[in-house]
């Protein structure tokens, strides 16, 4: 398994505003996501994002609006950038473990409210 | 389109019940099926799947696979009121990536 923090843990921000989230694990991995979960919801996967590579967008996700950085094997951050009420969510990261990264462990989330 | 569902998507039990949650998937590419619980914010990895018919058990918990019918099992006997949570099924694709979650089943145990 793996350890997996993540700052900050909650935030209020205001519209049009921009806000970055740290995931940081307790050791190397290779694969590492982000997801969003809106009230409610499920776990939607926003972008796959490896190291040494741009970071891989699912559908209705965009760079413009959530760039990716991952400059080493154990640390990731996610802007959710010109934020508007719709981007209230938990954002979680996530990192793929086990010979093929089958496993997923998650950070504790980043609760966000956008007023 | 690739989907997971599952059934049902609210449940309330006693004590001491025993409980059946239901995932079914439609997924190309298919590697395994996770399973996890979600109290709070961040979901606690249970299970992961990849072979038909092979029962892994946690405790109280177990879960099987049959990929000919595509779908999944997660049994919890004896529930506890602590077993309340929302049980998430997902799908992995690939390599680790693209993984797809059902919509959860929201489970709560009265005591």
């Known amino acids: 398994s793996a350890v997996i923090s993540q700052k900050p843990s909650r935030d ?98 980043t609760r966000l409210t956008v007023t | 389109e ?11 039990v006693h004590e001491g019940d025993t409980v059946t949650l239901n995932c ?15 109290e709070k914010k961040a979901p606690t990895f249970l299970f992961m799947l990849t072979s038909s018919g092979i029962e892994k058990k946690s405790g109280r918990l177990s879960s099987i696979l049959d990929k000919k019918e595509l779908f999944s099992i997660l049994n919890i006997t004896a529930t506890q009121t602590g077993d309340s949570a929302v049980y998430l099924c997902a799908v992995a694709r690939n390599y680790g990536q693209n993984f797809v979650f059902g919509p959860g089943t929201r489970l709560s145990v009265l005591p």
């Open chain 1, 12 to 109: 209020i921000c205001q519209r049009g505003t921009s806000l970055t989230i740290q995931c940081q694990v307790d050791s190397q991995v290779t694969m590492m996501f982000w997801y969003r979960q809106q009230p409610g919801q499920s776990l939607t996967l926003i972008a796959t994002a490896n190291q040494g590579s741009e970071a891989t967008y699912e559908s209705g996700f965009v760079i413009d609006k959530f760039p990716i950085s991952r400059p080493n094997l154990t640390f990731s951050t996610l802007t959710v950038s010109n934020m508007s009420p719709e981007d209230s969510s938990i954002y979680l990261c996530s990192v793929g473990v086990g010979g093929q990264g089958y496993e997923q462990y998650f950070g504790p989330g």
């Open chain 2, 2 to 12: 690739d989907k997971v569902v599952q059934s049902p998507l609210s449940l309330v």
């Open chain 2, 24 to 38: 079914s998937y439609e997924v190309t590419n298919f590697r395994s099926l996770l399973w996890y619980k979600q």
